[in-house]
Protein backbone atom coordinates (compact mmCIF):
# COMPACT_ATOMS: atom_id res chain seq x y z
CA UNK A 1 0.00 0.00 0.00
CA UNK A 2 1.38 3.11 -0.94
CA UNK A 3 1.21 6.67 0.88
CA UNK A 4 1.90 8.75 -1.41
CA UNK A 5 0.83 7.23 -4.93
CA UNK A 6 3.87 7.85 -6.89
CA UNK A 7 2.98 6.17 -10.14
CA UNK A 8 0.20 9.15 -10.15
CA UNK A 9 2.37 12.04 -10.17
CA UNK A 10 3.35 13.94 -13.10
CA UNK A 11 6.64 14.35 -13.14
CA UNK A 12 7.05 16.87 -15.77
CA UNK A 13 4.53 19.07 -13.39
CA UNK A 14 6.41 18.06 -10.07
CA UNK A 15 10.03 18.85 -10.97
CA UNK A 16 9.78 22.59 -9.70
CA UNK A 17 9.23 20.96 -6.22
CA UNK A 18 12.97 19.12 -6.41
CA UNK A 19 14.75 16.17 -8.30
CA UNK A 20 13.10 13.19 -5.69
CA UNK A 21 10.03 14.85 -4.77
CA UNK A 22 8.37 12.92 -7.35
CA UNK A 23 10.27 9.26 -5.61
CA UNK A 24 9.82 9.97 -2.02
CA UNK A 25 6.90 7.09 -0.46
CA UNK A 26 6.35 4.87 1.80
CA UNK A 27 4.91 1.01 1.43
CA UNK A 28 3.40 -0.47 4.33
CA UNK A 29 4.26 -4.06 4.85
CA UNK A 30 1.30 -6.48 4.52
CA UNK A 31 1.90 -8.09 7.60
CA UNK A 32 3.69 -7.84 10.65
CA UNK A 33 3.61 -9.93 14.09
CA UNK A 34 1.23 -7.58 16.43
CA UNK A 35 3.07 -8.92 19.45
CA UNK A 36 6.75 -7.81 18.16
CA UNK A 37 5.91 -4.42 17.15
CA UNK A 38 3.99 -3.57 20.44
CA UNK A 39 6.65 -5.42 22.91
CA UNK A 40 9.76 -6.53 20.89
CA UNK A 41 12.73 -3.90 21.77
CA UNK A 42 14.07 -4.23 18.23
CA UNK A 43 10.50 -3.62 16.46
CA UNK A 44 10.55 -5.27 12.86
CA UNK A 45 9.88 -4.06 9.80
CA UNK A 46 7.22 -2.41 8.51
CA UNK A 47 7.49 -1.42 5.20
CA UNK A 48 9.57 0.55 2.88
CA UNK A 49 10.37 3.36 2.41
CA UNK A 50 11.47 5.02 -1.10
CA UNK A 51 13.30 8.07 -2.51
CA UNK A 52 15.00 8.06 -5.64
CA UNK A 53 14.00 4.75 -6.79
CA UNK A 54 15.74 2.93 -4.38
CA UNK A 55 14.25 1.01 -1.54
CA UNK A 56 15.31 0.87 2.05
CA UNK A 57 13.39 -1.59 4.97
CA UNK A 58 12.80 0.01 7.74
CA UNK A 59 11.36 -0.28 11.23
CA UNK A 60 9.21 2.09 13.11
CA UNK A 61 12.18 3.38 15.03
CA UNK A 62 14.10 4.43 12.36
CA UNK A 63 10.85 5.94 10.41
CA UNK A 64 10.12 7.93 13.56
CA UNK A 65 14.40 9.16 13.03
CA UNK A 66 13.80 10.28 8.94
CA UNK A 67 10.86 12.03 10.72
CA UNK A 68 12.88 13.98 13.30
CA UNK A 69 15.88 14.52 11.15
CA UNK A 70 13.83 15.58 8.21
CA UNK A 71 11.41 17.91 10.56
CA UNK A 72 15.33 19.59 12.23
CA UNK A 73 16.53 20.39 8.75
CA UNK A 74 13.81 21.93 7.74
CA UNK A 75 13.48 24.13 11.00
CA UNK A 76 17.60 24.38 10.43
CA UNK A 77 17.34 25.86 7.13
CA UNK A 78 14.67 28.62 8.01
CA UNK A 79 16.94 29.99 10.17
CA UNK A 80 19.88 29.70 8.11
CA UNK A 81 17.67 32.06 5.60
CA UNK A 82 16.04 34.43 8.49
CA UNK A 83 19.78 34.32 9.82
CA UNK A 84 20.80 35.58 6.26
CA UNK A 85 23.46 32.95 6.12
CA UNK A 86 22.57 33.04 1.98
CA UNK A 87 22.26 36.26 1.71
CA UNK A 88 18.88 38.24 0.29
CA UNK A 89 16.70 37.58 -1.76
CA UNK A 90 16.59 39.44 -4.54
CA UNK A 91 13.30 41.84 -5.92
CA UNK A 92 11.27 40.02 -8.83
Known sequence: MSVNLTAAH??????HLGKYWSTIDFDLKESVNPTDF???KMKPVIGSF???G?????TYSELNQI?????AAMEQSEK?????????????
Open 80 to 92: AYRMGRWGRPQDR
Open 38 to 40: KYA
Open 50 to 52: EIG
Open 67 to 71: MRTAG
Open 10 to 15: DKKKTR
Open 54 to 58: RKYDV
